[in-house]
């Protein structure tokens, strides 16, 4: 049985309320979407209640999905959802003005030599907008205009939040290295 074939299976089952299947499914995604969670929400025990609300939707409406083959999209999806609609009751965005920001003509590999413990403790360590609209974009490989719709702010907030993420995670990390 291939890949394909294997997922639209647990998807079947899963739907059908076989607890099998879908401990399955949660096992294969809960790690990449606990990250998710953790980086959105900033606080691991609140992330992990977010998370199971996340994949309590999923699996009530595993039904609806119509391309078995685009599971872990659509998971990601409705995880993602869950978050906003829970930072949506204490989210801030502050609006910053993009000239704030000076390219420092440094090359793109300015952070080496910086362990990727470090570069994610400074991440966890961004303000709840910035941290939120840097992981969505850089990590989550999403564009301004979807995380603006998403987060329900302009485009050219999310540019300014993700500027001031670089910005601020560049001093920071310089300040590691020295």
Request: aromatic share 8%.
């Amino acid at each position: 049985m291939n890949s394909q074939t294997q997922i639209a299976t647990f998807v079947s089952q899963a739907a059908k309320g076989n607890r099998i299947a879908q401990q399955e499914i949660y096992r294969q995604h809960c790690g990449a979407m606990l990250s998710l969670c953790v980086r959105m929400m900033g606080d691991r025990y609140i992330a992990e209640d977010v998370m199971q609300d996340g994949f309590i939707k999923v699996f009530m409406r595993l039904p609806q999905l119509k391309e078995p083959k685009k599971l872990s999209g659509w998971i990601k999806r409705i995880i993602l959802n869950e978050c906003m609609d829970q930072l949506k009751k204490v989210r801030h965005f502050e609006e910053v003005e993009e000239h704030d920001f000076e390219d420092e003509g440094e090359g793109e590999n300015w952070f080496e030599g910086i362990s990727f413990d470090q570069i994610n403790d400074e991440i966890d360590r961004l303000s709840d907008g910035s941290r939120q609209v840097f992981t969505l974009y850089l990590i989550e490989d999403m564009k301004h205009r979807e995380i603006a719709e998403l987060l329900g702010v302009s485009v050219s907030t999310v540019k300014s939040q993700y500027q001031r993420a670089l910005k601020q995670l560049r001093t920071r990390l310089k300040a590691i290295m020295i």
